[in-house]
C-alpha cells in the first residue's frame, strides 16, 4: 500500500464497479440514510408513475416530463456513483489484502513440548507458535523468544526488512507477514477475524464505517433545509393556485429537488470516506472516522523529540581540546577511539575528524589494537593500540578512571563540559594514557524543515510540544533551535499523561504518538493517538490510529488530513447553499411568466423559454455533483492559514463562486438545450 | 429622496449607536447582580418582591426550568387577560361602558398581548375598558418585554459561561429587566412624551361639535385615556399596541416630529444596547460590534429601499407633481401622516418591522408594492434587525450559531462559536427555530390563500395584494410583530384563531429549541482561542452573518414574495394595480 503501489482512483476497474454500485444502492432503505437524496428518489419516483400515466393518456409535453425525470434519476446516480467511487480504492486494496490472508499453516507448540502443524484459523489466543525462516508469521502476537528479520510488506509495503525479537518495543508481530532469517517463539495475541489484517480490510473496506459526529451534525442541518423547501414548494402551489397560475407537479418537484442541497447532500459520504482514504494512502489506519476528525481539531501536538524533531542520533560537530594539546591531536585520538564504535554517534566522530581534520580512518587490524567496548558499568569505550590507552565517555566515568574514585577533573575540563551541557549539547571525554585531552560536542541535530512546519501549525493555532528525556537545560535549547512552543523535560509516562490531561480540561484536543508499553495509557487519553506499527500490540491498541510506516513525523499530516476534510465539508455545504439563489432566477420566472408575462424581468439569465429554464436548472443540479467529484475525493487544497485568512478566502472561492457559476453553468446549458432542440 | 430626509435618518442612528455601549454596560451590570446607581432605590423593592412571592434570588434554574418557569408565567397570564377582556364590562374603570369582548377575540388579543406581538384585531379606543387596557395590556406590555430580555440574558450565559448547568433564575431575571430597565426607561419615556402633547387621563371621551358640520354629524367624539404611560412601554418594550387604532398615527400618540424621534428611537435602544451586553457579558466586546454591524447593514439596506421606493412615488401617476417640495412631501404619501412625511414614515416602517414593535405611523398597506416588502421581508428573516427586546438578540444568535457552523467548517475544524463546540444537538435545536417561521407562516396563509368562504373573503384588495395582505397577516403573528398590513379584515373566527395560534407557535415553540441550545451550550467546556479559531469579531463576520440571514431568509419566502409583492410592483411598472 506504499505510494508505489497505490491504485488510481480513474483505474478503469474502480469506475465499472462504482457504476454498478450506484445501481445498487438505489435501494430506499439505503438511501433513508442520506434524507437529502432520499427526497430527490422519492421525486423521481413520483415524477416516473406520473410520466407512465401521461404516456398511456399521450398526454401533450411528454418530452419536457421525459427528460425531467430522467434527470431527477440522474441526480441520484451521481450521487451513489460519487460514494461508489470513493469506495472504490478503498474495496480494490481490500481484495489486494484478503490475497495475503492466504491459508496458512502454524506450527503450534502443545505444552507437552511437542509441536503440531495446524491451519492458521485453527489458532487461538495464548497459543504459542514456532515460525523459521520462509514461513509466514499464522497471527498477531508477541514474539517471546529469539530473534528474526520480518519482510512486513503485505501490510506496510515497505520492502526493507524488519526486526522483530522477544522483549523491548519490537516484539509485535502481524499475522500474514513473513520470517527471512532465523527462528521465532510467538505468542498469539488475537483469535481468527479480530486480527491486526481483518481489521484493516473492514477499515480501508469502509465496512464498519458510521458516520461521524460532525457529519451528523451537517446531515441535521442539511434535514432541517430540506423540510424547509420542501414547506416552500408545497405552500407554493396553493399560492399558484390563488394567482391562476397552477404548476404541475414535474415543475414544482423540479422546484424542490434544485433547492434542496443535493450537491453537499449528494458528496456528503464521499467526502468522509475519501478522507479515511487519503489516510490509508499515507499509510495510516485510523480505527474510526471520528479520529480523522479529531485531527482536524487538534490544539495541542505532544512531539517525541527522537525521530521527530531530532534525526535521532547526536552527532559531533566540534572537537575542544584542553590547553596545551592541539585539536588534530584530539581529533586523531577521538577517531582511534571510534573505529570501532558502530553507533550513530561514533560513526559522526569518524566523519568529522576526517572532513575537518582530513584525518583518514584506519584500518586497525586485531592484533595491533584491542577495542573496549562500552558497558553499563565503565560507561566508556575505547582502544589500547600501539602502546596507548584512549577512552572516551562521559565526564564523571573519565574522572573515575583517570583520577580513580572522588578525584576532581582539571577546572577547565569541567568548564568546558559544563558549557556544552547548558547549550543543549552532549559533552564526551577523550583521554590518552589517563590523560584528558579534550571534549567532543555531540548535538541533537533538528531535522530539516521542521521549525518550518511549526510555524505553519502555529499560524493555524497548533501549540507543538517537545517531549523529551533530556534535561531541562538541553530541551530549552533544543526546543528553542527547533521551533516548538513548548517541551517537556525528563518527561515520564507519567508526566506525559499528566500534560495531556491538563490540556484537555482547558478544552483543548492533544494528539501524540507513541510506540512503547509505557505509551499505551496516554495513547488512549489523547484525543488522536498515533501508534507505530513497529512498537508494542498494547500500543496499537491503545491508539485510535496506526501509522504503517512508524514514522512520527506524520504526526502533523494525520493533523493536515484531518482539518481538510473538515474543509471540504464546509466548501461544498456553503457552494450548495449560495447556488440556490441562480436557480429561483431560472426557475421562478418559468414558472408565472405564462400567467405573469412581468415575470420575464426576473429572468435575468435570458433563458430561452420556461421549459428550457427549468430543465437547464436540473440538468446544472444533476451535472455539478459530477463536475465536484474530484474535490470531494481530493479534498479542498490544504493550505496552513490563520482561521480568519482560511475564511476569507474560502468564503470567496466557496461562497461567492457558489452564487456566480451557477449563472453562467444554467445559462450555457440552456443555449445547449435550445441549440439541441431539446426544449 | 432629500438631504433632510437622510439627515433625520442619520440622526436616528446616531443617537441608537450613542446609547448602545452605555446601556449594554448597564444591563451587563444589572443582569450580573452587580452594584447600580438605582440600587438604592430598586434593591428593597426588589427584595420585598422576592420576599411576597417566595421566590429564592440565589436559586439557579437549569434551562428546563427556567422555560417552565416561563412558560408557566406565561399561561397564567394569558388566562388572566382573557378572562380581563370577558367581564370587563362588570369592572370598573370603564366610563364609555364598553361590553364583554367575545372569545375569538378575547382569546387572539390574550395570544397576542402575553406574546408581546400586540396584533390587535379589534378597535382599542370603542372595545376595550381603561381597566382592560391598564391592568391586562400595559402590564403585559411589561412583563411579555421583560421575559424577552430575560431569555436574551439566559441564551448569552449559556455561551458565555462554562461547563454550568444553569442559566441563571427567571424570576430574578424578569424582575430586574422589569425594574431597572424598562420601569426607568418608561418613566422618563412617558413624561417625554407628555411635553410633546400625549394624554394621560382617566377621563370619558370627550365629545366636540364640529366647526364645520358634515352633514347630518355635527360632533365627534375625541378618545381620552392614560395614552402616554402606555405608549412609553408600547415603544420601550417593542410591543407596538396602540392606545388608538391609529396607533403612532395618532396625533395622541405620537403628536410630533419629536414624539416621532423619541418613539422610534425607544425601539432600538435596548436591542441595540443588547448586543453590547451580548459582547461584555462574553468577554468579547468586538462580538458585540460584529452582531451590532451586521444589524447596522441591514438596517441601512432596508430603510434605503422602502425609503427610495415611497420617495419616488407611484409611476402610473406619472405627470402629476410628485416631486418634494417646500410645500410638500413628494412621492407615494397615500395613508402617511403629513407631520412625519416620507422619510420618517420609511424610517418608522421599516425600524418597527427590524424589531418585532409593531407601532406604526403611517399604513404599510398604502407603502408601494418594494417599499411594503421591506417590512414585510424584515419580519421574515426573523426580526433580527436589533429586534424585539430580547427576541431580537435570541433570534440573532440562534443565526450566529447557524453561520458558524456552515461556514466554521471551512477553516478546517469542528466549528466553534465563542470557544464552545457546534454539534448535532446544538444544531438541530438551532434548525427547530428556524423551522417554525416557514411552517407557520407558509401553511397558515397558503390554507387561506385557497379557502374563499373563510380566508379570500376577508380581502379588500384582490392578486398579488391580497396575498400579501394574508401573508403579511401570518408573518407579523408568527413573527411577534402585530403591525397590520390592513386591507384585510382580520377580526374572524379564523384569522383571530390562526393568527392567535401563529403567535403562540412563534414565540413559544421557537423559545423552547432555543433555550435547549442554550442549555447545551452552557453546560459546555470552552477551547481557548488561538489563531485557528473562527473569528467572531471582524467585518468579515458580518458580512457571514448577514449573508446567511438574507439567503436562509431569502430562500424560504422568495416563491411566495415572487407572487406578492415582487409580481405587484412589476405589474405596477407595467400600469397595473390591484
Same mark, same amino acid.
Given at each position: 500500500m506504499s505510494k508505489e503501489k497505490s491504485i488510481s482512483i480513474w483505474d478503469s476497474k474502480i469506475i465499472t464497479r462504482a457504476l454498478l454500485d450506484s445501481l445498487r444502492k438505489l435501494n430506499p432503505t439505503a438511501m433513508m440514510k442520506n434524507p437529502v437524496m432520499f427526497v430527490v428518489e422519492v421525486g423521481s419516483v413520483i415524477t416516473s408513475i406520473l410520466l407512465i400515466r401521461d404516456l398511456a393518456a399521450s398526454a401533450p409535453g411528454i418530452g419536457f416530463s421525459l427528460q425531467i425525470t430522467l434527470w431527477l434519476w440522474f441526480t441520484v446516480l451521481f450521487a451513489n456513483f460519487a460514494e461508489a467511487m470513493a469506495e472504490g480504492r478503498?474495496?480494490?486494496?481490500?481484495?489486494?489484502?484478503?490475497?495475503?490472508?492466504?491459508?496458512?499453516?502454524?506450527?503450534?507448540?502443545?505444552?507437552?513440548?511437542?509441536?503440531?502443524?495446524?491451519?492458521?484459523?485453527?489458532?487461538?489466543?495464548?497459543?504459542?507458535?514456532?515460525?523459521?525462516?520462509?514461513?509466514?508469521?499464522?497471527?498477531?502476537?508477541?514474539?517471546?523468544?529469539?530473534?528474526?528479520?520480518?519482510?512486513?510488506?503485505?501490510?506496510?509495503?515497505?520492502?526493507?526488512?524488519?526486526?522483530?525479537?522477544?522483549?523491548?518495543?519490537?516484539?509485535?508481530?502481524?499475522?500474514?507477514?513473513?520470517?527471512?532469517?532465523?527462528?521465532?517463539?510467538?505468542?498469539?495475541?488475537?483469535?481468527?477475524?479480530?486480527?491486526?489484517?481483518?481489521?484493516?480490510?473492514?477499515?480501508?473496506?469502509?465496512?464498519?464505517?458510521?458516520?461521524?459526529?460532525?457529519?451528523?451534525?451537517?446531515?441535521?442541518?442539511?434535514?432541517?433545509?430540506?423540510?424547509?423547501?420542501?414547506?416552500?414548494?408545497?405552500?407554493?402551489?396553493?399560492?399558484?393556485?390563488?394567482?391562476?397560475?397552477?404548476?404541475?407537479?414535474?415543475?414544482?418537484?423540479?422546484?424542490?429537488?434544485?433547492?434542496?442541497?443535493?450537491?453537499?447532500?449528494?458528496?456528503?459520504?464521499?467526502?468522509?470516506?475519501?478522507?479515511?482514504?487519503?489516510?490509508?494512502?499515507?499509510?495510516?489506519?485510523?480505527?474510526?472516522g471520528r479520529a480523522v476528525e479529531a485531527a482536524g481539531d487538534v490544539n495541542t501536538l505532544l512531539l517525541d523529540k527522537t525521530g521527530t524533531i531530532t534525526l535521532g542520533n547526536r552527532q559531533a560537530t566540534e572537537f575542544i581540546p584542553l590547553s596545551g594539546v592541539s585539536e588534530t591531536e584530539l581529533a586523531d585520538a577521538a577517531q582511534l577511539s571510534s573505529l570501532a564504535d558502530e553507533t550513530p554517534e561514533g560513526r559522526s566522530i569518524i566523519v568529522l575528524a576526517k572532513e575537518k581534520y582530513k584525518l583518514r580512518g584506519r584500518e586497525l587490524t586485531p592484533h595491533e589494537a584491542h577495542f573496549i567496548p562500552f558497558t553499563a558499568q565503565t560507561r566508556m569505550s575505547g582502544v589500547n593500540y600501539d602502546g596507548r590507552e584512549i577512552r572516551k565517555g562521559a565526564v564523571d566515568a573519565i574522572e573515575r578512571y583517570v583520577n580513580g574514585n572522588g578525584a576532581q577533573a582539571p577546572r577547565e575540563l569541567r568548564e568546558t563540559v559544563e558549557r556544552i551541557s547548558r547549550a543543549g549539547g552532549t559533552p564526551l571525554v577523550v583521554a590518552d594514557n589517563k590523560r584528558p585531552l579534550g571534549v567532543i560536542y555531540l548535538k541533537d541535530i533538528v531535522k530539516g524543515g521542521m521549525k518550518e512546519r511549526f510555524d505553519q501549525l502555529r499560524a493555524m493555532g497548533i501549540k507543538t510540544v517537545m517531549i523529551t528525556g533530556d534535561n531541562p537545560l538541553t530541551a530549552a535549547t533544543i526546543a528553542r533551535e527547533a521551533g516548538v512552543d513548548d517541551f517537556l523535560a525528563e518527561a515520564t509516562p507519567e508526566d506525559k499523561m499528566a500534560l495531556i490531561k491538563r490540556e484537555q480540561a482547558e478544552g483543548k484536543l492533544v494528539a501524540m504518538t507513541g510506540d512503547g508499553t509505557n505509551d499505551a495509557p496516554a495513547l488512549a487519553q489523547a484525543d488522536v493517538g498515533v501508534a507505530m506499527n513497529s512498537g508494542t500490540q498494547a500500543a496499537k491498541e491503545a491508539g485510535n490510529m496506526v501509522d504503517l510506516d512508524s514514522n512520527p513525523t506524520k504526526l502533523i499530516e494525520v493533523v493536515e488530513i484531518g482539518k481538510q476534510l473538515l474543509m471540504t465539508r464546509g466548501a461544498l455545504t456553503t457552494f450548495s447553499i449560495a447556488n440556490d439563489v441562480a436557480k429561483y432566477f431560472a426557475i421562478i420566472p418559468a414558472m408565472f411568466s405564462v400567467a405573469f408575462p412581468v415575470m420575464n424581468e426576473l429572468n435575468v439569465m435570458k433563458l430561452a423559454t420556461p421549459q428550457s429554464a427549468i430543465l437547464s436548472a436540473v440538468i446544472f443540479n444533476a451535472l455539478i455533483i459530477v463536475v465536484l467529484i474530484p474535490l470531494a475525493l481530493k479534498g479542498v487544497k490544504y493550505r496552513s492559514l490563520s482561521a480568519a485568512a482560511l475564511l476569507r478566502r474560502n468564503l470567496l472561492i466557496y461562497g461567492l463562486g457558489g452564487i456566480v457559476v451557477p449563472f453562467i453553468g444554467i445559462k450555457l446549458i440552456d443555449v445547449a438545450v435550445v441549440a439541441l432542440g431539446l426544449a | 429622496m432629500t438631504l433632510n430626509g437622510w439627515l433625520q435618518i442619520l440622526l436616528f442612528f446616531a443617537l441608537v449607536l450613542a446609547v448602545t455601549k452605555p446601556l449594554g454596560v448597564f444591563m451587563a451590570r444589572v443582569f450580573n447582580r452587580e452594584r447600580t446607581f438605582l440600587d438604592p432605590l430598586l434593591r428593597p423593592i426588589e427584595r420585598l418582591i422576592y420576599r411576597l412571592t417566595g421566590v429564592d434570588e440565589t436559586r439557579e434554574m437549569r434551562w428546563t426550568e427556567y422555560g417552565a418557569a416561563m412558560l408557566s408565567f406565561s399561561a397564567v397570564s394569558m388566562v388572566a387577560l382573557y378572562l380581563l377582556q370577558r367581564l370587563q364590562a362588570w369592572l370598573p374603570f370603564n366610563p364609555q361602558n364598553l361590553a364583554n369582548i367575545e372569545p375569538s377575540s378575547a382569546f387572539n388579543t390574550a395570544a397576542s398581548f402575553t406574546t408581546n406581538t400586540n396584533w390587535q384585531s379589534y378597535l382599542p379606543e370603542t372595545t376595550m375598558s381603561y381597566l382592560t387596557q391598564m391592568a391586562g395590556l400595559t402590564v403585559q406590555n411589561f412583563v411579555s418585554a421583560a421575559g424577552g430580555i430575560a431569555l436574551a440574558i439566559a441564551f448569552i450565559r449559556g455561551i458565555a459561561q462554562r461547563k454550568k448547568d444553569t442559566l441563571g433564575n427567571f424570576w430574578v431575571d424578569m424582575t430586574r429587566a422589569t425594574l431597572w430597565?424598562?420601569?426607568?426607561?418608561?418613566?422618563?419615556?412617558?413624561?417625554?412624551?407628555?411635553?410633546?402633547?400625549?394624554?394621560?387621563?382617566?377621563?370619558?371621551?370627550?365629545?366636540?361639535?364640529?366647526?364645520?358640520?358634515?352633514?347630518?354629524?355635527?360632533?365627534?367624539?375625541?378618545?381620552?385615556?392614560?395614552?402616554?404611560?402606555?405608549? &412609553?412601554?408600547?415603544?420601550?418594550? *417593542?410591543?407596538?399596541?396602540?392606545?388608538?387604532?391609529? @396607533? /403612532?398615527? !395618532?396625533?395622541?400618540?405620537? +403628536?410630533?416630529?419629536?414624539?416621532?424621534?423619541?418613539?422610534?428611537?425607544?425601539?432600538?435602544?435596548?436591542?441595540?444596547?443588547?448586543?453590547?451586553?451580548?459582547?461584555?457579558?462574553?468577554?468579547?466586546?468586538?462580538?458585540?460590534?460584529?452582531?451590532?454591524?451586521?444589524?447596522?447593514?441591514?438596517?441601512?439596506?432596508?430603510?434605503?429601499?422602502?425609503?427610495?421606493?415611497?420617495?419616488?412615488?407611484?409611476?402610473?401617476?406619472?405627470?402629476?407633481?410628485?416631486?418634494?417640495?417646500?410645500?410638500?412631501?413628494?412621492?407615494?404619501?397615500?395613508?402617511?401622516?403629513?407631520?412625519?412625511?416620507?422619510?420618517?414614515? &420609511?424610517?418608522?416602517?421599516?425600524? *418597527?418591522?427590524?424589531?418585532?414593535?409593531?407601532?406604526? @405611523? /403611517?399604513? !404599510?398597506?398604502?407603502?408601494? +408594492?418594494?417599499?411594503?416588502?421591506?417590512?414585510?421581508?424584515?419580519?421574515?428573516?426573523?426580526?433580527?434587525?436589533?429586534?424585539?427586546?430580547?427576541?431580537?438578540?435570541?433570534?440573532?444568535?440562534?443565526?450566529?450559531?447557524?453561520?458558524?457552523?456552515?461556514?466554521?467548517?471551512?477553516?478546517?475544524?469542528?466549528?466553534?462559536?465563542?470557544?464552545?463546540?457546534?454539534?448535532?444537538?446544538?444544531?438541530?435545536?438551532?434548525?427547530?427555530?428556524?423551522?417554525?417561521?416557514?411552517?407557520?407562516i407558509l401553511i397558515f396563509t397558503a390554507i387561506s390563500s385557497v379557502s374563499p368562504a373563510f380566508g379570500t373573503s376577508q380581502l379588500n384588495n384582490s392578486g398579488p395584494h391580497g396575498l400579501s395582505e394574508m401573508l403579511y397577516a401570518f408573518t407579523s403573528g408568527t413573527g411577534n410583530n402585530g403591525s397590520a398590513f390592513a386591507g384585510i379584515s382580520a377580526n374572524t373566527n379564523w384569522y383571530n384563531s390562526a393568527i392567535g395560534a401563529a403567535m403562540l407557535l412563534g414565540r413559544f415553540f421557537m423559545i423552547i429549541p432555543m433555550l435547549a441550545l442554550a442549555g447545551n451550550l452552557g453546560s459546555k467546556k470552552a477551547v481557548p482561542p488561538s489563531l485557528g479559531t473562527f473569528p467572531v469579531t471582524t467585518p468579515l463576520f458580518a458580512t457571514l452573518l448577514v449573508s446567511v440571514i438574507v439567503i436562509v431568509g431569502a430562500l424560504t419566502f422568495f416563491p411566495v414574495l415572487s407572487l406578492g409583492p415582487i409580481v405587484e410592483h412589476l405589474l405596477m411598472q407595467a400600469g397595473q394595480t390591484f
Open positions: 478503498g474495496k480494490a486494496q481490500a481484495d489486494t489484502l484478503r490475497k495475503a490472508k492466504t491459508e496458512t499453516t502454524a506450527n503450534r507448540l502443545l505444552p507437552n513440548g511437542k509441536v503440531e502443524i495446524i491451519a492458521a484459523p485453527q489458532l487461538r489466543k495464548d497459543d504459542i507458535v514456532i515460525v523459521s525462516a520462509g514461513e509466514f508469521i499464522p497471527g498477531d502476537g508477541e514474539v517471546i523468544e529469539g530473534v528474526a528479520s520480518v519482510d512486513e510488506s503485505a501490510i506496510t509495503g515497505e520492502s526493507a526488512p524488519v526486526i522483530r525479537e522477544a522483549g523491548g518495543d519490537r516484539s509485535a508481530v502481524t499475522g500474514g507477514t513473513r520470517v527471512l532469517s532465523d527462528q521465532i517463539k510467538i505468542r498469539i495475541s488475537s483469535n481468527p477475524g479480530e486480527t491486526f489484517l481483518d481489521r484493516m480490510i473492514s477499515l480501508v473496506e469502509g465496512a464498519e464505517r458510521q458516520k461521524t459526529p460532525n457529519e451528523i451534525a451537517l446531515n441535521i442541518l442539511l434535514a432541517g433545509l430540506t423540510i424547509v423547501f420542501l414547506l416552500a414548494v408545497v405552500t407554493l402551489q396553493p399560492f399558484a393556485i390563488y394567482s391562476s397560475a397552477p404548476q404541475t407537479v414535474f415543475v414544482l418537484v423540479s422546484l424542490l429537488v434544485c433547492l434542496i442541497p443535493t450537491t453537499i447532500g449528494g458528496l456528503l459520504s464521499a467526502i468522509g470516506i475519501a478522507g479515511m482514504d487519503r489516510l490509508i494512502q499515507h499509510n495510516v489506519l485510523a480505527m474510526s | 430597565v424598562l420601569l426607568p426607561f418608561c418613566l422618563v419615556g412617558a413624561l417625554a412624551l407628555v411635553s410633546q402633547g400625549v394624554v394621560q387621563n382617566l377621563k370619558p371621551y370627550d365629545a366636540v361639535t364640529l366647526l364645520d358640520p358634515q352633514g347630518e354629524v355635527k360632533t365627534q367624539t375625541i378618545a381620552q385615556g392614560p395614552v402616554a404611560s402606555q405608549e &412609553a412601554i408600547k415603544m420601550w418594550g *417593542t410591543n407596538g399596541g396602540g392606545f388608538f387604532n391609529a @396607533n /403612532s398615527a !395618532h396625533p395622541f400618540e405620537n +403628536p410630533t416630529p419629536l414624539s416621532n424621534l423619541l418613539e422610534m428611537f425607544a425601539i432600538f435602544a435596548i436591542s441595540a444596547g443588547l448586543t453590547y451586553t451580548l459582547g461584555q457579558m462574553t468577554g468579547s466586546p468586538k462580538h458585540g460590534w460584529a452582531v451590532f454591524g451586521a444589524m447596522a447593514l441591514l438596517f441601512f439596506v432596508g430603510v434605503s429601499v422602502a425609503y427610495w421606493a415611497e420617495a419616488r412615488g407611484n409611476p402610473m401617476l406619472a405627470g402629476t407633481d410628485q416631486a418634494a417640495s417646500a410645500l410638500q412631501s413628494g412621492g407615494n404619501m397615500e395613508g402617511k401622516e403629513v407631520r412625519f412625511g416620507i422619510a420618517n414614515s &420609511a424610517l418608522f416602517a421599516t425600524a *418597527t418591522t427590524d424589531a418585532s414593535c409593531g407601532a406604526v @405611523n /403611517s399604513m !404599510h398597506d398604502s407603502f408601494t +408594492p418594494l417599499g411594503g416588502l421591506v417590512p414585510l421581508a424584515n419580519i421574515m428573516l426573523g426580526e433580527v434587525v436589533f429586534g424585539g427586546v430580547g427576541a431580537g438578540m435570541y433570534g440573532v444568535l440562534i443565526y450566529v450559531v447557524l453561520a458558524v457552523f456552515i461556514a466554521g467548517l471551512m477553516v478546517g475544524r469542528t466549528p466553534e462559536y465563542l470557544g464552545k463546540k457546534i454539534e448535532a444537538y446544538d444544531v438541530k435545536m438551532a434548525m427547530l427555530t428556524v423551522l417554525i417561521f416557514p411552517m407557520t
